[in-house]
Structure formats: C-alpha cells, structure tokens
C-alpha cells in the first residue's frame, strides 16, 4: 500500500503583489512555510527589522490576542518550565523582590493576603514544618534584637507582671525576698500564701498537682495556675485600692492551667458568684446599680471598651494611611495584645505565671508576614 500523502495548506506570508504560493502539512501548528520562515529571521537580525519589530511589538503588548496568547502559553507545560527556571534565577529573584517593595505589589500582597485564598495559603504555610521554623527563627532574631530586649523589657517593668511573677515565686515556696504583697497586707510571707492556695484546693487532683505553664499538650486538671475570679486586668493598677482588690485573697484561688488559658480575661462567674464578689468589683461598677453592673461584667464591656482603646491610641500614632508602622506595632504592643491573646504560650519564661486575665509575652512577628502571591493566586 502507498504511503498517503500529508493534506496541505497555503503559507499566510502576503506583500504587495500577492501571496506566498508554497505549502506545508496542515498538521503543523506554523503558518508560514520553511522559506518565507528563513527570510523573515533574515529581515529581523537587520537595522530597519529591529526598528519595525519594536513598533510592532508594542503595538501589539496589551491587547486582547497578547493577553490570550500569553495566557495560553503560561498554562502549557513549557511555559511553566520558563516560568519556574525565571523565577528561581538571580536575576528573577532580584526582579521579584524589586516587584514586592513597590507600591503595585504592596497593594497586590495586601489584596491577596486579605483574600479567602490567601488566608488559606498563609494558614497552611505557618502549620508547616517550615512555617513553624521560619516562625522560631524570627522570635529567635526578634528577642535578641535591640527592639526585642526593649519591648520585652517594658512588659517586666509593668506592675501587672511584676505582681504575677512575685506571687507564682511565693506559693512555689522559692521567692527569697518577698515584700510587695505584705506591704498590701496580702501575704505576709511564702508560707502564708502556700498554705492559703492550698486551702482553696477543692477537687481531689489538685491536692498534688504541680505549678506551672500550660503548654500546647498540657491536659487539664494536670497543672495548677493563680486564678482570678474577676479579671486583674478589669482593674487599673494605677490605684493602690485596686491592686489590693485585684490581688487580695477574695478574689484569688488555685485553678486548673487549661481553664485559666482558655478563660482569659473573660468573665467566668455566674450572677450569684458576681454578687458575693460585690466588695471587690472593680472602680467602674461601684456607681452602677446591681443590674448594670451584672450586664457590665456578663457582656465583658471592659475588654470591649480597653480594645477600642488601643485601636484608636494605635491610629493616633501610625496615622490612618500608615500601614507599615501599624504592622510594626503589633510586635511594641505587648501591654495590650497579651491581655487579648487567648492563644498558648510556646516559650514561656521560667520567672512568671499566667492566669485567666494575662498572656505573658511573646513575639508576634510571623503575623506580619506577607506572602507575595503567584498570577494563578489573583486570577
């Protein structure tokens, strides 16, 4: 049996006097033959080609054909090769990260970040085990940045820390000079608070439980923690009144550390336990009748009211329009976002103790990386 000859078609290439008579196979993708191919290449590599090849290029970038066309090629196998290997070059990575500090990519990155795509990238990425490096590897940097040591610094100076990691040092027994709380007249000693926690030990497990951190597998009723059973951070410790209140033995008590965690600062009473409490509610309810300070408490206004706030301190600062310093200052403001943080600790320091109304420090500079999405993230 012969061969059967390949269907053919006509070369596209037209000029003034007409149009190129030669053929090629019908199953080539091309549209002009070998020759007029050869002759074209020719033109181009000459002065006058390379000028009416430029005009010509740019008329056509940006039209809806360019676009199609270079979609079509991004999608192909090939394409995403080129793509990949331009990507991971030097110069591509240069190129990339000149894109990413622009006012363009900047609005791109903020766009897709915020996007349900984005967040979903970002979420997959830092439970990874190179998100979980890349984040000990910042807080690593950051604590031992000037910066670090200055905000870590200034959350230690605060009197709510100060108190928290006297009093966990006292009812473990280990703290050698203690003088804050009996100059409140609020223990007069280690023994003194030891033996008034152990007191208020009411479950069986607790009896000989140990004090400490809550980790991420620490199970409940396994570890013991100083709880408060209204929120020390409802009080304002720029009154002496209010610290004993905040601190004093009614409204202290042994309390499981997974408990503690997840309660936070909210409001763990129920109305009668409020009531009972009444002698030590904090400043802001002693003008309220019973009924509005039990809404005050119940709807947690305080930490509505404190994050409002915070939110408008920030605005003053950064300025509206300001996003870069505003994402700075997610890692200085250790005094509020740790009352708010309901998230567990990762590194703890040995000298403090946490309760349900304060996060100890840590730093949150993973929160404020960007990921610079791909052209398949934003289509």
């Known amino acids: 049996m012969e061969p059967v000859a390949p269907e053919m078609k006509r070369c596209t290439t037209r000029w003034k006097g007409g149009q190129c008579k030669r053929t090629l196979p019908k199953s080539d993708e091309r549209k002009t033959c070998v020759k007029c191919r050869s002759k074209s290449a020719k033109y181009e590599r000459t002065k006058k080609g390379k000028v009416v090849r430029k005009r010509a290029s740019k008329k056509y970038q940006g039209t809806v054909k360019q676009k199609a066309t270079q979609n079509r090629f991004a999608a192909s196998d ?28 900047k609005a791109r990155m903020k766009l897709h970040k915020n996007s349900a795509k984005g967040k979903a ?73 030891e033996a008034f926690f152990e007191s208020t030990k009411t479950e069986p497990w607790m009896k000989g439980a140990p004090w400490g951190k809550r980790w991420k597998d620490t199970l409940a009723k396994t570890v013991l923690q100083i709880g408060h059973r209204i929120p020390k951070v409802w009080y304002r410790h720029n009154d002496e009144d209010e610290i004993k209140k905040a601190w004093g033995r009614q409204n202290l008590f042994a309390q499981c550390a997974v408990e503690n965690h997840d309660a936070n600062d909210r409001n763990i009473l129920t109305r009668e336990q409020w009531m009972a409490l009444k002698p030590i509610w904090p400043k802001q309810c002693t003008t309220m009748t019973d009924e509005n300070a039990w809404a005050w408490a119940a709807n947690n206004v305080d930490n ?18 300001n996003e870069a310093e ?44 960007v990921f610079a999405p791909s052209d398949d993230d934003l289509d």
């Open 121 to 193: 990238s970002t979420k997959k990425y830092i439970t990874s085990a190179k998100g979980k490096a890349t984040k000990s590897r910042i807080r690593k940097k950051y604590n031992g940045s000037e910066k670090g040591k200055a905000s870590y610094q200034r959350q230690s100076d605060r009197k709510v820390c100060k108190l928290s990691c006297s009093l966990y040092k006292m009812v473990r027994g280990v703290h050698d000079r203690p003088a804050t709380f009996g100059a409140l007249g609020i223990f007069a000693d280690n023994a003194d608070t």
């Open 304 to 321: 509505i009211t404190r994050k409002k706030e915070r939110a408008a301190a920030k605005v003053a600062v950064a300025g509206p329009s």
């Open 78 to 105: 090939k394409g995403k090769a080129c793509v990949k290997r331009s990507k991971n070059s030097t110069k591509g990575k240069a190129n990339t990260k000149k894109y990413n500090c622009s006012e363009n990519g």
């Open 326 to 369: 505003s994402n700075e200052s997610n890692n200085d403001d250790y005094e509020s976002n740790k009352e708010d943080d309901a998230s567990v600790k990762l590194a703890p320091s040995d000298d403090s103790e946490s309760d349900n109304n304060d996060e100890e420090c840590d730093e949150e500079a993973l929160a404020s990386i």
